[in-house]
């Protein structure tokens, strides 16, 4: 009793301070400073079966301070500093109470010498690891980054810009003993200088990634550690008939070290690349273009490589055997029909080298855009693409979009197609075939009464190879009468995906990938939920949400299911609200061996905003 009337006391004077406060504080004779933020006071608690039940009174905080020091342009600053607010029946809608900070200032904004610099601290945060579109599993961590910039703009001479930036952090799946961790550095170097009509640029960049992935995911528990450094420059210049010319080289180098865990695997690489491209436009006339361009990459596995680590997708490297490469040379011309209808003409040449074989081929493509709506309702593009290549085989791809906005009395009706088929990927030899789809309907049935229903899916992969694909659906409705409203949802997921820092990712559509990198997985979620405002200062919320999904790596199958239950009061009395509310979460992951966790959790208490100064 003796902690609770002190928090009580504590937070009685933190009112009667931020209520006799200023409108603003000085600091010194050169600085001022603004504060506000949401105090809250209330009795909570929390239970379940894989923990110790509590409850007690609890205080929080969610504030904003900014200011400056001389003046604006020299240093200012603003902290959002939060305190136990984040629990999962407030309107934050987390498990855990979270607290930390978000910090960041300016230094001599408007100077030739302009500098930043930012902190981030979360503490016992809850967050997601799994696909987008698809269940996603629930974590709670702790994670903080730091970053400084500086540049230097001198009239006559070259810019100079550059950024540090530092992050870890650690989660925990929830109800089970898998851990994820991370731990970044990057530096970035850049420069630009105008010379005798000429736009010169330079960057350099280096980055430091350790990853550590969860079990289940990774088919073993495993860590990788990737160090990579990447520089390049580049040149452009005007040409006549309002044309110009661009050029640039890129090296990067990796080396990335995989260990296995469990079977105490490792798997090294390393590689450096090198990219350059250049390219010419112009504009004869107002209605006409042309255009060309080159690229050459001498290491098209490393190249590969790379835009998967940038993505943050685990570092097995993609293997299109030794002294890959590939060559791309062509242009088009595109011309201005009338003011909503356009086309373009483009032939490409391209010549790849990988898995020890020599691949040429000839791309001849047409394109014609209508962006004014077509019988009052549809916007169309559409491409047809011939391809022939060197060992005499020829075929035909096809690219077409479709938009459709309609009002027909008090229907309101928009979507959306679009559809490639039969169209080269990142290697010759392989083709995509896709589908994506959309559809709005919305309906006022009178003053007070609307309906609303959505849809939307999609279908990837590499053209007949079925184990390639990748597809998403989702079916979502909602209908609002005067102070209620009530919405469902449903959607499903299928494919493969690969394993990042974040979750995992739909797999590009990318041959010479390990199979061992590949996660294969299903899963469906459906939900509802009821919102109730009977008086104008009065909200009653409630949501009900499932998820089940399989996934499949290395051999390590799991089932995975999840259940969450939250329910929420909240009144308004000017600066004062009053909140309760109740949340019942249950999540298991049958690979980890431990029974599905459940956490109960709820609140009851009173917030006020204060300017503090």
Do not use: C
């Not at 994820?180 to 960049?205: E, I, M, P």
């Not at 007949?464 to 989702?474: I, L, R, V």
């Not at 009468?481 to 494919?495: E, H, P």
């Not at 997985?521 to 009065?538: A, E, H, K």
Request: net charge neutral; proline share 3%; glycine share 12%.
């Amino acid at each position: 009793m003796g902690k609770r009337f002190a928090i009580a006391r504590l937070w009685v004077l933190i009112f009667g301070i931020a209520l006799s406060a200023k409108a603003q504080l000085k600091l010194g004779d050169d600085g001022q400073m603004k504060g506000s933020g949401l105090l809250t006071l209330g009795y909570q608690g929390d239970f379940g079966d894989q923990m110790q039940s509590t409850h007690g009174l609890e205080a929080g905080l969610d504030g904003t301070f900014s200011g400056y020091y001389y003046s604006p342009n020299f240093v200012n600053f603003n902290i959002i500093p939060y305190y136990n607010q984040s629990r999962a029946n407030s309107s934050y809608q987390s498990l855990t109470n979270a607290s930390g900070v978000t910090a960041s200032a300016n230094l001599f904004s408007g100077t030739h010498f302009p500098g930043s610099v930012s902190y981030n601290y979360a503490y016992n945060s809850t967050g997601t690891l799994g696909l987008a579109g698809a269940p996603n599993f629930t974590t709670v961590g702790t994670g903080q980054g730091f970053g400084v910039s500086w540049s230097a703009l001198l009239p006559g001479w070259p810019t100079l810009s550059a950024t540090y930036s530092q992050g870890n952090g650690s989660g925990n799946l929830y109800g089970t003993d898998q851990t994820t961790q991370t731990d970044n550095h990057n530096l970035n170097l850049q420069s630009s200088y105008l010379r005798s009509g000429f736009k010169l640029n330079a960057f350099y960049d280096r980055l430091t990634q350790h990853l550590n992935y969860p079990l289940f995911l990774a088919g073993q528990e495993a860590d990788s550690d990737t160090h990579g450094d990447d520089f390049g420059f580049g040149a452009s210049h005007t040409l006549p008939l309002n044309g110009q010319f661009y050029a640039n080289y890129e090296r990067s180098s990796f080396s990335t070290d995989y260990q296995n865990g469990n079977e105490l695997q490792t798997n090294n690489s390393n590689y450096t690349t090198d990219y350059e491209t250049a390219g010419v436009n112009f504009l004869p006339w107002r209605k006409f273009s042309l255009f060309g361009s080159e690229s050459y990459v001498n290491n098209l596995s490393g190249y590969l490589t790379q835009n998967l680590i940038s993505n943050g997708i685990l570092p097995a490297p993609v293997n299109l055997g030794s002294a890959s490469n590939s060559f791309t040379g062509g242009g088009g011309v595109t011309y201005q029909f009338t003011q909503n209808l356009s086309g373009t003409a483009q032939a490409t040449y391209y010549q790849q080298h990988y898995f020890g074989y020599t691949y040429t081929g000839t791309y001849a493509s047409g394109t014609v855009n209508y962006n004014k709506r077509l019988l009052d309702t549809f916007t169309f593009s559409a491409s047809v693409v011939d391809f022939a290549n060197g060992q005499g085989n020829n075929s035909v791809g096809l690219v077409g979009t479709v938009n459709a906005f309609r009002s027909i009395g008090h229907w309101e009706l928009t979507g959306g197609f679009s559809y490639v088929q039969n169209v080269q990927s990142t290697l010759i030899t392989y083709t995509i075939s896709s589908y994506y789809y959309n559809a709005n309907l919305h309906r006022r049935l009178s003053n007070r009464l609307q309906w609303t229903a959505a849809f939307n899916g999609y279908r990837s992969g590499l053209t007949d190879q079925p184990d390639t694909e990748n597809h998403a659906e989702s079916y979502g409705t909602t209908l609002a009468y005067k102070w209620i409203s009530a919405g469902a949802l449903y959607a499903n997921s299928s494919g493969n995906a690969l394993l990042t820092s974040g979750g995992l990712v739909p797999l590009p559509p990318l041959p010479g990938q390990p199979n061992n990198n590949v996660v294969m997985f299903s899963g469906s979620s459906y939900g509802g939920n009821l919102t109730i405002s009977p008086l104008r200062r009065l909200t009653i919320a409630g949501a009900y949400s499932r998820s089940l999904s399989n996934t499949l790596a290395n051999a390590i199958a799991s089932r995975n299911n999840s259940e969450l239950f939250y329910s929420q009061l909240q009144y308004h009395l000017r600066r004062i609200d009053l909140q309760a509310g109740y949340t019942r979460f249950t999540q298991g992951i049958s690979a980890t061996g431990a029974p599905p966790g459940t956490e109960t959790t709820y609140y009851g208490g009173v917030s006020r905003w204060f300017n503090f100064f």
